[in-house]
């Protein structure tokens, strides 16, 4: 009985583990699969987040007035100057 109690624990912990293990990579919601290859006017911008390091694509996902979420790209030049407006 002792040993069927120990089994039963172990795998409880790594049930446990394995359920914090995928609701840390499933907590993001979004993730950009490409980027905004046109400049977006700063006047439409409304905020912005940086995308996690969950993603395969390290981008910048800017809010948009109107609730739109738009993937872009980091290094790109438009994205730079927008940060400093």
């Given at each position: ?11 409880l912990?790594?049930?446990l ?12 919601k979004?993730?950009c ?52 407006s």
């Amino acid at each position: 009985m002792a040993k069927f109690a120990v089994r039963v624990s172990v795998l409880l912990v790594l049930l446990l583990v394995a359920l914090d293990e995928s609701s840390e990579y499933g907590s993001n919601k979004y993730c950009c699969t490409r980027y905004q290859q046109n400049p977006v006017s700063v006047k439409r911008l409304k905020s912005y987040t940086v995308q996690d390091d969950n993603c395969k694509l390290r981008a910048i996902i800017f809010k948009t007035e109107k609730n739109r979420h738009i993937c872009a790209n980091p290094e790109d030049q438009w994205v730079k100057i927008t940060f400093l407006s």
